[in-house]
């Protein structure tokens, strides 16, 4: 079926089956390699990006559910909020491995685009991504440290 999709801003045009997850579309289709493949079932959150801005997890939403809405990938924050948020990863050195840091960036800009002043319990509740490294004292302080940079 031909859906037609709006992802970081660009519109594209596949035929796919309407029920396969958005993630698939994304990595397989559109070579958008940014979302990871974590569990499959929308536990661990390596694939989130945002769907008319709010957080879902693309490995266990069928494409046919986003047609008429914006798709927002780690590769489309690009805007002063997200360049704090990369900045302040850096600086609170949170990557070891890397592979989870895409979905936990996208839900820190979520949760950061709702509340610029996130106490520690609203972080716990918002990101509960998962981070084989467990580098879960450093997200939570690149969240503040972010917080306290807003543009």
Request: charged residues 20%; contains cysteine.
């Amino acid at each position: 079926m031909q859906l037609s999709l709006s992802i970081n801003l660009c519109d594209y045009e596949v035929d796919v089956d309407p029920s396969k997850p958005l993630l698939w579309v994304l990595r397989e289709d559109l070579k958008i390699m940014g979302p990871k493949f974590g569990c499959g079932i929308g536990v661990c959150r390596s694939c989130v990006v945002l769907l008319d801005g709010s957080v879902i997890q693309s490995c266990a939403y069928p494409v046919e559910l986003c047609t008429g809405k914006e798709i927002t990938t780690i590769e489309g924050l690009t805007d002063p909020l997200a360049e704090t948020i990369k900045d302040a990863w850096v600086h609170a050195n949170v990557s070891q491995c890397g592979y989870c840091q895409p979905g936990q960036i996208v839900s820190a800009y979520a949760l950061l685009s709702d509340n610029s002043a996130p106490t520690d319990a609203d972080i716990d509740h918002d990101m509960p991504n998962l981070c084989r490294c467990a580098t879960y004292q450093r997200i939570r302080q690149a969240i503040h440290d972010a917080a306290g940079n807003l543009p």
